[in-house]
């Protein structure tokens, strides 16, 4: 038999179930009613006397403002959005297919129709396309690069009347904490002006072949995927460099930037275009292999030979050989060139590339028999 006491709990179980249910069909409700930033659950009359808000004049641009406008006025007619893709055969129908494999930036560098990019933006590309500011579209039909500079010269058709050149800047006068702006692509995204300061110079970067570049900008102006190829601009609106990298876990800009110096580009392009390769300065010997120098525990460029009549050669620097009696006589170790420290073959070569020109002379430090000795070398052109 049920005892009144479990009647009087079941009723009072139900009573607070009520009074929950009906307390969130309250809360509900006035959460959802119109003017208590719910959604619309009940609709009522609308204001008639809604009218727009009266606008609050701002008065004049500050002249910053006014300078960066102008400056992405002059200069975006001349940059210009590329894009790649790798061309192949159908197995089947034997059809042509282009495969999308990147975009980028880059900009007009003469009015013959030849543009200016980054290697790596192109580099095995089957296909190209530049679209120019006005949005017309042209063929790429020719490609010169340089992948140690990581730049490249594209040929299009696009018509002179078309192509607004950039002015040309310098960058060996460039001081940490100047403004600059960079206007590329990013993400697709056309025309996007981004603006900073040169936060350091003469930094060094590794391209895709292993090659190193000295002498780059670095940029706090964000540079994203899509901006590789873009010009960076000074406060006069003039080229100062090729935006060319960043460093990102992400692959987004982190306010780190970099930017081929406007005085490389000035110096590699036009060889370029003449279809010239780029005479490389030379001492004029070959190197024995590090693990050699490894081995005799010294630091610098082992000389196992010399070019006859060349400029180690003249020079009287002594490659390895053997002796009358067999004995291995080594040569004399290269350990620096001026004020730079040698301790590779491939810092030696950098240096030379990067920093020296064919003609030039440079004071030579290397080790015979543990002594030092320095001398004075005229660069030839080397050997290919």
Do not use: C
Request: hydrophobic share 40%.
């Amino acid at each position: 038999m049920e005892s009144p006491y479990s009647k009087s709990q079941s009723s009072g179980h139900t009573l607070l179930a009520y009074i929950l249910l009906l307390t969130v069909v309250g809360v509900l409700a006035w959460r959802f009613w119109p003017g208590n930033g719910g959604g619309l659950l009940f609709e009522k009359g609308g204001d008639t006397t809604a009218e727009p808000r009266v606008v609050t004049p701002r008065g004049s641009l500050a002249d910053d403002e006014k300078s960066t406008i102008e400056l992405f006025k002059a200069a975006s007619p001349s940059v210009v959005n590329i894009t790649s893709a790798a061309v192949q055969r159908d197995r089947f129908n034997l059809n042509v297919q282009k495969i999308p494999l990147g975009s980028g930036s880059g900009f007009v560098w003469d009015d013959k129709g030849r543009i200016i990019t980054n290697y790596h933006v192109v580099k095995g590309a089957g296909a190209i396309d530049v679209t120019l500011a006005d949005h017309s579209t042209w063929r790429v039909y020719q490609v010169k690069g340089d992948p140690d500079k990581d730049l490249a010269v594209l040929w299009t058709d696009a018509p002179r009347e078309r192509l607004r050149p950039l002015p040309v800047g310098e960058s060996a006068n460039l001081q940490v904490g100047q403004k600059v702006f960079a206007i590329g692509n990013p993400f697709g995204l056309d025309q996007t002006l981004t603006t900073g300061i040169i936060s350091a110079l003469n930094r060094e970067i590794e391209t895709d072949n292993g090659e190193v570049i000295k002498g780059m900008i670095q940029t706090d102006a964000a540079i994203n995927p899509g901006n590789s190829g873009g010009p960076l601009l000074d406060s006069a609106g003039r080229l100062i460099g090729v935006n060319a990298a960043i460093i990102s876990p992400s692959g987004s800009s982190a306010g780190i930037g970099f930017a081929i110096p406007v005085d490389e580009v000035n110096r590699v392009v036009p060889r370029l275009i003449r279809f010239e390769k780029a005479p490389r300065p030379s001492l004029g010997i070959t190197e024995a292999p590090e693990q050699w120098t490894r081995q005799l525990r010294v630091q610098g460029v082992l000389i196992y030979d010399v070019t006859p009549d060349g400029p180690a050669a003249k020079a009287g620097l002594r490659p390895t050989r053997r002796d009358d009696s067999g004995r291995i006589r080594w040569g004399d170790v290269i350990t620096a060139v001026d004020d730079h420290p040698i301790k590779s073959a491939k810092e030696l070569y950098s240096l030379l590339e990067n920093d020296y020109q064919v003609g030039q002379e440079v004071t030579v430090t290397y080790t015979r028999a543990d002594q030092e000795n320095k001398v004075k070398i005229t660069l030839a052109v080397a050997a290919r």
